[in-house]
């Protein structure tokens, strides 16, 4: 196989894990009480959000307009959660749904960001610099390069791990997504120092300020959730 057909078939088992995960892990009784069109519409827009927030950067930095933005290859996990998370809130609200909705899609998503890093490994791309350790490997330019791709597979199942841990303790309840993504905005943040990016500003990149961003964003969300008592306006 080649590395893109190796790429595309490890996106499709990402695919199929997260479809298993959601069969194994399925949604809270209040969010399985929805209105099947409400499921539907977060859903919908949780990949409709991810999709555009995954190509975000790349318009930005080929031209919003331009087409070659839109549909080459290019694509990044962090602005895509971002955007998938957006879009579901703008519809919760929109729609008047006010049950946390995130606990259902935690691990599965967590499963399948973990199978799909090794689509990136095979592939060659969204690798580190250089790295003279060991574990160092070279992706086609004779450079021995942290394997990134393969530290973060690692981190996603660890949270996986994490996250079964708390759904069967039924610990942390409508906040296991958010605790997902803030782990993972701190992770992503300390990673890219070992990532060939452009910095962009205060000597932080592209990446580490959408970090910084997303984990703000959500902490400021739960800190809200707990004083309001979300958690308790419909039981779960």
Not at 173 to 199: N, S
């Amino acid at each position: 196989m080649t590395p893109r057909q190796q790429y595309a078939a490890f996106m499709l088992l990402a695919a199929l894990a997260f479809l298993l995960a959601r069969r194994c892990f399925p949604p809270s009784p209040a969010v399985a009480r929805l209105p099947l069109a409400q499921r539907f519409a977060l859903a919908g827009s949780a990949f409709i959000g991810g999709v555009l927030g995954a190509k975000l950067p790349f318009a930005l930095h080929d031209g919003v307009w331009t087409e070659s933005a839109w549909l080459a290859d290019g694509k990044t996990i962090t602005t895509a959660l971002i955007g998938a998370y957006l879009a579901v809130e703008m519809v919760k609200w929109f729609l008047g749904i006010r049950v946390p909705t995130g606990d259902g899609f935690a691990i599965p998503l967590a499963l399948a960001l973990g199978v799909g890093r090794w689509g990136c490994f095979f592939n060659g791309c969204c690798y580190g610099t250089r790295c003279d350790e060991p574990w160092g490997v070279d992706f086609g330019d004779g450079v021995p390069r942290h394997p990134t791709q393969v530290y973060e597979s690692l981190f996603h199942f660890a949270m996986a791990g994490v996250l079964i841990v708390l759904a069967g303790r039924d610990a942390l309840r409508g906040h296991r997504l958010k605790l997902y993504l803030i782990a993972y905005a701190a992770f992503r943040f300390v990673t890219e120092f070992i990532r060939p990016e452009q910095v962009v500003g205060l000597g932080l990149t592209f990446y580490q300020w959408a970090s910084l961003a997303l984990a703000t964003g959500l902490i400021w969300q739960w800190w809200r959730q707990n004083g309001e008592g979300e958690n308790a306006v419909t039981p779960q």
